[in-house]
């Protein structure tokens, strides 16, 4: 019975530390929250911190990174935004990875959660990836050149009935 304890210990601080840090659902929250909002969720859980912010076009782009030594880098960036002339804010979220196993669970979690899959394919450096529903468009791309990954998700304007 130790033994068996000790095997399942084992096999749990392995998958532990091969563990992504951010779920699929959790990114495409981010969207929905303001740049404040989404700069305390990722801080909070002790997971990400804030690298670095930059300007560009008269916007405040923060860039998020993963603390655990034990989890390949990821990094999270938020800020990019549209703005339309009714004031909504459109958001877009981006994640990047040197690990290409997490971007293959996020399309896993993509397509459980009922995302509509339209176009699969491949151009010179990356598999690609590019799913869509009502309120969100999502670009994922696996490099075929280099270990890393990026998902970006847009925010689209949402036309009730």
Known sequence: MKRFSLIILFISLFVGARAQSISFFDLTNL???????AHTYLTLGNVFKHQYLEEKDGKKIEHFRSISPKVKLQSITIGENTKLSNGTVLRTVTYDTTDPQ??????AQARRSKLVLKFQG???YNN???FDNEFYFITMTISTTEN???VVINQKEFAGY
């Open 122 to 124: 491949q151009d010179q």
């Open 102 to 107: 997490h971007i293959v669970n996020l399309i």
């Open 148 to 150: 890393k990954g990026q």
């Open 128 to 130: 690609i990836y590019k």
């Open 31 to 37: 969207t929905n929250l303001s740049d404040g909002q």
